[in-house]
């Protein structure tokens, strides 16, 4: 999630292992722990389950015409109900990491893709669904910027807020135009879906695999880049990015983080080891739909 300016000292890899530990920690715990609060069961064929409604960070802008979501400021989700709480039980879909697309495709009213959303608007529905099912406090475990010991902290999902961002510079081609500082080449940038995210991720799989030094920032230009200097032939935009200045290069990604609609989902915790003042993204694992007591 965005505004990750507070977790820039400890790498990604060390954080990912912790969390992963973390999870499993909790996963292990969970099986002799209490069952999760019993949710609205739908028992009749009848009986219509309950529906919210979440506002999009997108507010609908960023998707093509033929997108059930396209240009929607809220979608109706339904309660989570015990289907939902087979998908979040399902080992199978927390191996292959879909268990979260399946749960947002079973909550949503409209019959959307996950892989065609965009992540802050994914977070928005997962977050309701959370808050609705198993309460506003969201506890966790993650670890001290300052002295690498393992803190809790908690956020409480009702006063959430959505990043605003500069709707008036978005196209009607759902993309947004930026000038470069130094090339002064026109760029015109789409905001990635889930499914473009995984693609760059296997790319870069792909790279590791075959002992290649994988190259984050070239997939995820090719990944948004639609246009230079209104000229869309692949070939182009690809000799473009591959002699790409640094300096340009950071502007972009600065600018896409700009116009990426996503919930601010950060939190804020003095570290009771060091005293360091922590402040990140909230991290979100498979557990985030467990109520830890
Ligand atoms: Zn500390």
Known sequence: MRNNEGRTQISPELLEQFMKQQEEKFTANQSTAAPPPPTQQQTTSGYQVPTDFVE????????????????KETVEVRYMTTREEDILSSEAYAKAGIMFDRLIESVTVDNVDSKTLLPGDRNSILINARK???????????????CYQGIEA????????????DVDKVTDNNTVCIALPISKAEVEFKIMTNGDISEINK?????????????????????????VNQDQSPANINGFITSMLIKDSRYLKTQYS?????????????CEHCGHENKGGVPV?????WSVE
């Open 56 to 71: 999009l960070p997108s507010k609908g802008l960023f998707y093509p015409p033929n997108h059930p979501w396209h240009m």
């Open 132 to 146: 609705n099912s198993y309460g506003n406090i969201y506890e966790f475990a993650t670890m001290c910027e300052g």
């Open 154 to 165: 908690s956020v409480d999902l009702s006063t959430l807020k959505i990043v605003e961002i």
């Open 203 to 227: 790319a870069i799989e792909q790279q590791r695999k075959h002992g290649l030094q994988p190259n984050e920032t070239m997939e995820l230009h090719r990944r948004m880049i639609v246009s």
């Open 258 to 270: 700009e116009f990426s609609p996503d919930v601010d989902f950060t939190y804020e915790k003095e």
């Open 285 to 289: 694992g498979t557990n985030f739909f």
